[in-house]
């Protein structure tokens, strides 16, 4: 009886690690994997999209594949325009959205670049930076999406701070705001529209899409444009200049997010997965050698546009950008007082920002 108990304490202890083995790799009891399905706009091959590619592989292999991401672009499962309601009801855990489309819901981002405000790279980045510290005014921005049911994971520069964003047109170029006068100008927005009739312009509604014959047909004259725009969806063969700089839009930024109930209802190992990856891949696309850094993407395509026939490239110069902010900063005041102190607090660390760089601001007392 005593060998027989022997020869199975023997077996149990040889076989024991193979056991142990097996539900380390899923023989045994396994960990809950959790579904994560991301969504947004842009078809598979822009660059923009493959950021956004690699975010998702990093949560997966951050996670150890307890989170699983399926990636719907494109639009397949949401619109721009239907993903906030999306994401904060959860009817969809992720996506990635732009600053038009969250502003409606987060008034507030009105106070972090309103139409006129002048920018470099610099502040851009800048920002970016401490909002992955939790401060400054991103931060600000990022609480407050995150009280309407939206938890920004990273945040996302569209490479058009500086020289990198400005207006195009047809006929007469338009360098000063005094130019704008009598012109149709494709509107990004309220904000935007007020600026526009200020300058002497008169807002018209387009999308995106209508731009090329939009701006061929007469129906505007001037429209915000990247180098990215002017090249990419041939823009450039239905105007005639290029004033780059010239604060013609609010600045526009994406952001990976994730529904905040979906966000609380993870492990805290998981969260933290998503806070992660978020911060790596925010840093990695602030990288200048990073290939898809949309400032150096954008950049080259700036230098075509200047050694391009039948395109005439502007770059005002301070005192010319300076004429822009200075018009718009009554309209800056009122749209910030109307949504509250936070906003002022918001607009004026900018300016703060803007001042240290060198370029026009202005304080909202």
């Known amino acids: 009886m005593f060998k027989r108990l022997l020869v199975l304490l023997v077996v149990f202890v040889i076989i024991s690690p193979l056991f142990a083995e097996g539900n380390k790799e899923g023989g045994g009891e396994t960990q809950k994997v959790y579904k994560m399905r991301f969504s947004h706009g842009l078809p598979p091959t822009h660059s923009w999209a493959k950021t956004l590619d690699e975010f998702a592989k990093l949560v997966e292999e951050k996670s150890d594949g307890q989170i699983k991401v399926e990636v719907y672009t494109s639009g397949q499962l949401y619109k721009a325009n239907e993903l906030y309601e999306a994401v904060r009801k959860g009817m969809v855990e992720s996506g990635s959205m732009f600053t038009a489309y969250v502003q409606p819901n987060v008034p507030l981002i009105d106070a972090l670049s309103p139409t006129g405000t002048v920018w470099n790279r610099e502040i851009e980045d800048e920002i970016i930076r401490e909002f992955l510290k939790e401060k400054g005014p991103g931060w600000e921005i990022a609480k407050a999406m995150e009280e309407v049911g939206i938890k920004p994971l990273a945040w996302f520069s569209t490479g058009c701070a500086g020289n990198l964003g400005g207006y195009a047109g047809t006929g007469k170029e338009v360098i000063v705001p005094e130019e704008m006068q009598g012109k149709k100008v494709r509107s990004l927005g309220s904000l935007n529209a007020k600026a526009i009739e200020s300058w002497g ?58 529904s905040v109930d979906y966000f609380n209802s993870l492990p805290t190992h998981l969260q933290n997965v998503l806070i992660e990856a978020g911060k790596e891949v925010t840093l990695k696309r ?11 993407e954008n950049a080259k395509l700036l230098q075509e546009l200047r050694e391009m026939d039948g395109l005439k490239v502007i770059e005002p110069d301070s005192t010319q950008l300076a004429l822009w902010a200075k018009s718009c900063e009554p309209i800056h005041e009122e749209r910030m007082k109307e949504i509250g102190p936070e906003a002022i607090k918001i607009y004026n660390m900018v300016s703060e920002m803007e001042k240290k760089f060198g370029l026009p601001y202005y304080f909202i007392k």
């Open 286 to 296: 602030l990288d200048p050698e990073y290939e898809l850094n949309p400032y150096t």
């Open 201 to 258: 312009g008169r807002p018209v509604y387009i999308s995106g899409a209508d731009l090329y014959t939009g701006l061929q047909r007469g129906t505007i004259d001037i429209s915000y444009v990247t180098p990215s725009h002017l090249i990419h969806r041939k823009l450039s063969e239905t105007t005639d200049w290029y004033a780059a700089g010239v604060p013609g839009a609010s600045l526009q930024q994406f952001y990976p997010v994730v």
